[in-house]
């Protein structure tokens, strides 16, 4: 039998009652303490200088004579063991062919999609992840497990099998994965970003149309060209020592040799980006019209590569327009008109970083929204005080502090300290490197890099007023949203 | 809070990207679980064995766990009171109270200004079925700090609150709910399931209200409640890190034992893990929402029985997850494979959700799932494949203990059920197979979410036996 229950009975007995129109008087409320007992909240007690910080990591660094570059973080205290690899040979700035034939090396391997079957090791499977910068490879095993896993790895990514069959099915997956990326915020944020000269990312729909044409030739060619450990990074974390790991890194690794390439592979390799050429001379707002929503803003503006002298100013800038006690997120959450708008640093394309910022508004105050995070960002050189800057430092500090708990996190940390660089040692020397960091010098590449801010804006779930009246020069490009993004045809 | 938000974007952010859009949280799991949960695998309170447990004369309960691996302290502030608490025509109250406790007008600093003062980091708080869970970070040098303003919001209340921040921070509720659940009828489908999971009268519903009843509530409403609820003897305080004991016991009752409980009797905890005894048994079993959302998921709910250890379990419900994701993975069914077991105050039950992938037949799920479990059966008798899978169980386990928060925030859970520090991997032995028949489809709710292409049935309800 088939019961049709609607809101009624889907509210339930408990709240159902949600909808109707009289409610029942709650008791009053107690009334407050007399101010007499409250002065005692006003005044905290006395800020006690931080504690000196001390990072006891041991770590070393070797290069192998193919080019990898191995570095071991010696932590006794912990029981785990993370493996970070990272191919920079291996870029891809869309969800394209490299990302793809990464993601089939699994493809012949005794991997499930969780648990190793290989009864002698049980791991998490190996995370795959590429963006413009490359691939990386990531593992956490038992420490006990770190040589095999080392030999395993190696051979997952350098000496695939491509099994014709399981290719198949794990295409498949990969258009699963496509389809739904077409509907997701990371496309409208790739979709942003493509907006900035020099900026491109192929869309997803694209890719997929060629997926089904990946045989085992087509990988292994694709393998060929962007698989190589020259100039790759090596980053293991754990109890194990120095001279326990790097046996079994040469052991695993030291063979593998870099392939040669022909001239097909230059259409993969992935330019760095100048962040100067980037920079857009207005602001250019692309509006997505569909969906029932809040809008959804979305920007992106060029910045400094993570290379740069201004590199780490420039994030602390981000963190200041993240931070509760300044600017936009601050005055908007105050106007009630968000939950929360959200920035970052986005570091995976080489050569520069991106600004990004992300947030729902309220449909009446979303011109409102869009106008003042612009204005805000320009002003920032003239707005920064001492105090804030001060106070994300130390928040960043600690932040990055409590971060370390998970050797994951402390080889990830390694590597994009070797990304940007620094020696792997530098993770012990970033929080005195960030708290160096002066308000002038902070002003001083806001003013290169934000007074005259033209970021790419997209605005989803528009609402009627967005335009008019916002007083900003901008480039407005429509488009329209139904299963996938579409670019919006005159008329309608 | 945002900073959950904030935390989100975070783990988006390692991949360059986003968080996706709104329909991608409508899974009813998600309604259901949407607080700030445990890791799967955190360990279980009782593994906690360096903990130090007092209780303060105004009844505030204090766990204290030193781990000196970092200069940092997670602390957790939690009220035992939640979305189940909510007056019946003022659902969302307890969380709209709990944006409210954030909010102070001079001469007092709002909380995060305080907190950003002393560089805590991860503040945020979410309120669950069950408890509300104030979160932050603190350098171990501020922990004096961190105590005031938590005792602080205990002994203010809503005195520094004033009415433009009460209506301003209800907008920014009605945005946090818009960017959660939108679409309403997902509400409607979580507390259905409550219902459901939870036969009889039960106080589970959706943790989110709809926003005609968010728009009632008012901050006498907040103030009510708080004095109902917001007192020391309903509270917990979890400190774990960087810590001397004695000392932090001697500043917990500096600053908290000066807190005297209201005046007004408090609402007795009483005998709520007498509902644990009570097995959850589903009355319907198969729930189905159509809606104009593309994003297609089938649910499986499995209550834990009253007199069952969920922690023993595991190893099964792992497998069977494990075995589906791959299966799905192998045939393009689903897109997405998730396992977990919700621990509610008032019962358990394990969820097991998949997303099954755009354009595939809804209806072939169901017997992949059937097919598993007898596959299943075989492979707890392969003694290589329990090695594997309990040598996983005993990474995860290792994997979740530097974590400190998670740790603050598994020792601040109050459900009924019994958790027992185990050692995963020696649970496993072949006479798991005999447990297979645990997670059988017959004993599961089903709740399916399909998408709907014509507008008449968008949003319609439905129970099938």
Not at chain 2, 85 to 114: C, I, K, M, W
Not at chain 2, 339 to 364: C, H, N, T
């Amino acid at each position: 039998m088939k019961n049709q229950l609607l809101w009624l009975i889907a509210g339930g007995a408990f709240w159902g009652a949600a909808c109707a129109p009289a409610r029942s008087a709650l008791p009053p409320a107690p009334p407050p303490p007399p101010q007499s007992e409250l002065a005692v909240w006003q005044t905290a007690p006395p800020l006690v200088p931080d504690s000196e910080l001390s990072l006891p990591f041991g770590i070393r660094r070797v290069s192998l004579d193919n080019g990898l570059g191995v570095t071991v973080v010696t932590r006794p205290e912990t029981q785990t063991t993370a493996i970070e690899l990272m191919l920079p040979s291996a870029g891809d700035p869309s969800w394209g062919k490299v990302t793809v034939m990464a993601e089939m090396l699994r493809a012949g391997t005794r991997f499930k999609a969780q648990v190793m079957t290989n009864p002698r090791l049980a791991f998490e499977a190996v995370n795959v992840n590429t963006s413009e910068s490359g691939t990386s490879f990531s593992w956490q095993v038992l420490p006990r497990a770190t040589e095999q896993a080392l030999g395993l790895l190696s051979s997952f990514v350098f000496a695939p099998v491509f099994d014709p069959e399981e290719t198949q099915s794990r295409l498949r997956e990969q258009l699963t994965y496509i389809q739904r990326y077409s509907g997701s915020n990371a496309h409208l944020l790739n979709l942003t970003r493509e907006a900035l000269p020099g900026i491109e990312m192929p869309s997803p729909e694209a890719d997929a149309r060629g997926l089904f044409k990946f045989d085992q030739k087509t990988l292994f060619a694709l393998h060929r060209c962007a698989i190589s450990p020259r100039a790759a990074e090596l980053v293991i974390v754990g109890p194990r020592t120095f001279e326990q790991v790097i046996p079994w890194a040469r052991a695993a690794f030291g063979a593998v040799s870099a392939p040669a390439r022909d001239a097909s592979c230059d259409a993969l390799k992935v330019a760095p980006h100048d962040p100067e050429k980037s920079r857009l001379d207005r602001i250019e707002l692309q509006i997505i019209y569909g969906g029932s929503f809040d809008p959804f803003l979305v920007m992106a503006l060029p910045g400094p590569s993570p290379t740069s002298d201004e590199y780490v100013a420039f994030a602390l800038l981000e963190e200041v327009m993240e931070s509760r006690d300044a600017g936009s997120a601050q005055a908007l959450r105050h106007m009630g008109a968000t939950y929360g708008i959200h920035s970052w640093i986005n570091t995976s394309l080489p050569g520069i970083s991106l600004l990004e910022i992300s947030g729902q508004v309220e449909p009446d105050n979303a011109q409102a929204a869009l106008k003042q995070l612009i204005i805000d960002m320009r002003e920032l050189e003239q707005t920064l005080t001492e105090q804030q800057l001060e106070e994300v430092k130390r928040r960043w500090r600690n932040s990055y502090v409590t971060s370390l708990s998970s050797n994951r996190a402390v080889a990830g940390s390694a590597l994009w300290q070797i990304q940007r660089g620094r020696a792997p040692e530098a993770i012990k020397e970033w929080p005195n490197e960030l708290m160096a960091v002066s308000l002038a010098q902070c002003r001083e590449v806001a003013r290169h890099w934000l007074s005259n801010a033209q970021p790419a804006v997209t605005v989803t779930g528009v609402p009627v007023k967005l335009v008019r009246g916002l007083g900003l020069g901008v480039g407005v490009h429509e488009m329209f949203w139904t299963d996938q993004l579409q670019e919006k045809k005159k008329g309608l | 809070m945002g900073r959950m938000q904030v935390l989100g974007w975070f783990a988006a952010r390692k991949r360059g990207g986003g968080g996706m859009v709104k329909s991608l949280t409508l899974g009813s799991l998600a309604a259901l679980s949407l607080v700030l949960p445990p890791p799967a695998r955190a360990a279980s309170p009782s593994c906690e064995t360096a903990a130090e447990r007092f209780q303060l004369p105004n009844g505030l309960e204090v766990v204290l766990v030193p781990d000196t691996s970092l200069p940092a302290i997670a602390m957790v502030s939690s009220v035992h009171v939640g979305s189940r608490n909510d007056p019946p025509d003022r659902a969302g109250l307890a969380h709209y109270l709990e944006h409210l406790t954030y909010r102070q007008s001079p001469p007092f600093a709002p909380v995060f200004d305080l907190y950003d003062e002393i560089g805590a980091t991860e503040v945020n708080a979410s309120t669950g079925p069950d408890t509300t869970d104030y979160v932050a970070m603190l350098p171990a040098a501020q922990l004096e700090r961190g105590l005031w303003i938590e005792a602080r919001r205990l002994g203010l209340g809503l005195a520094a609150l004033s009415e433009p921040a009460a209506l301003e921070e209800r907008r920014v509720v009605l945005r946090e709910h818009e960017l959660r659940f939108g679409y309403e009828p997902i509400l409607s489908l979580a507390t259905l399931t409550y219902a459901t999971l939870f036969a009889g009268a039960h106080p589970y519903h959706a943790p989110f209200a709809s926003v005609s009843s968010l728009e009632q509530l008012s901050s006498e409403d907040a103030r009510w409640f708080f004095a109902e609820y917001y007192r020391p003897e309903r509270t917990r305080l979890v400190l774990v890190g960087d810590l001397q004991p004695s000392q932090a016991r001697a500043l917990v009752e500096r600053h908290f034992g000066a807190l005297v409980a209201p005046t007004t009797p408090a609402k007795a905890p009483a005998s709520e893990c007498s509902w644990a005894k009570k097995p959850l048994s589903p009355t319907h079993s198969r729930l189905r929402l159509r809606s104009r959302y593309r994003n297609e998921s089938i649910d499986f709910y499995f209550p834990v029985g009253p007199e069952e250890d969920p922690q023993l379990l595991a190893p099964v419900f792992d497998n069977l997850r494990g075995e589906i994701a791959e299966v799905a993975r192998q045939t393009g069914l689903a897109h997405e494979v998730h396992g977990e077991l919700v621990s509610r105050e008032l019962g358990s039950y394990w969820v097991l959700s998949i997303g099954v992938a755009p354009g595939q037949p809804f209806e072939k799920v169901e017997p992949l799932v059937a097919k598993i479990e007898q596959n299943l059966r075989a492979s707890f008798a392969d003694e290589s494949d329990l090695l594997a899978r309990g040598q996983a169980l005993e990474l995860s386990e290792r994997l979740a203990q530097p974590r400190l928060m998670a740790r603050a925030l598994n020792l601040a859970r109050r459900e009924c059920v019994p958790s027992v520090c185990v050692d995963a991997s020696k649970l496993l032995t072949p006479s798991l197979s005999n447990q297979v028949d645990r997670f059988a489809l017959s004993k599961a709710l089903i709740v399916e979410q399909r998408y709907s292409v014509g507008a008449s049935d968008d949003g319609s309800l439905e129970s099938l036996p």
